[in-house]
T-cell receptor, first 113, second 109 residues
Framework: DTAVSQTPKYLVTQMGNDKSIKCEQN?????MYWYKQDSKKFLKIMFS???????INETVPNRFSPKSPDKAHLNLHINSLELGDSAVYFC????????????FGSGTRLTVV | DQQVKQNSPSLSVQEGRISILNCDYT??????FLWYKKYPAEGPTFLIS?????DKNEDGRFTVFLNKSAKHLSLHIVPSQPGDSAVYFC????????FGAGTRLTVKP
């Protein structure tokens, strides 16, 4: 009964390819997020999304785009992959509200070669 | 532009002793602070939180202290257990959560 599940867990791909990472939550939360953990281990917000608004971190290249077919899913599409995109990507969800804790998926390790 | 900073990348303590993990922040708009624990190959899991209107919150072996004037918070774990060995992230929000770089805690038997 995984609360937030991401697939795939590992993804190795060549530069220039387009790839997607899927995320699903079964918690009934209204907001989902994508975080990137880089080589320095910082967890940086990329997107937050609920059914009303998408908030994009301005530092995220427009090659990255979130797609939400419904409230339980927020997939991450990446076009024209670059070496610097190699990182661990975490999906998370929460019920929007002050101080609400996030529930994270187990992460997707993306390696661009 | 790290608004949440954990300046100690690692900490090692003996089983049974106290572990103190520190976190500093720069944004005075932050009104909720959370600690997450992360094991290898897993996502961070929520541990404990504190609102900016409080200076202490306790949950079993875990206590978080907040010093707003110093923009500093700390997580105390007592007594520390080997199973507490993990990376601990400090996080803060008014809106989207901002994370520190994490501190790797090792509790030695």
């Amino acid at each position: 009964d995984t609360a937030v599940s991401q697939t795939p867990k590992y993804l190795v791909t060549q530069m220039g390819n387009d790839k997607s990472i899927k995320c699903e939550q079964n918690l009934g939360h209204d907001t989902m997020y994508w975080y990137k953990q880089d080589s320095k281990k910082f967890l940086k917000i990329m997107f937050s999304y609920n059914n009303k608004e998408l908030i994009i971190n301005e530092t995220v290249p427009n090659r990255f785009s979130p797609k939400s077919p419904d409230k339980a899913h927020l997939n991450l599409h990446i076009n024209s992959l670059e070496l610097g995109d190699s990182a661990v990507y975490f999906c998370a969800s929460s019920q929007k509200g002050q101080g609400a804790s996030y529930t994270f998926g187990s992460g997707t390790r993306l390696t661009v070669v | 532009d790290q608004q949440v900073k954990q300046n100690s990348p690692s900490l090692s303590v003996q089983e049974g002793r106290i572990s103190i993990l520190n976190c500093d922040y720069t944004n005075s708009m932050f009104d909720y602070f959370l600690w997450y624990k992360k094991y290898p190959a897993e996502g961070p899991t929520f541990l404990i939180s504190i609102s900016s209107i409080k200076d202490k919150n306790e949950d079993g072996r875990f206590t978080v202290f907040l010093n707003k004037s110093a923009k500093h918070l700390s997580l105390h774990i007592v007594p520390s257990q080997p199973g507490d060995s993990a990376v601990y992230f400090c996080a803060a929000s008014p809106n989207d959560m901002r994370f520190g770089a994490g501190t790797r805690l090792t509790v030695k038997p």
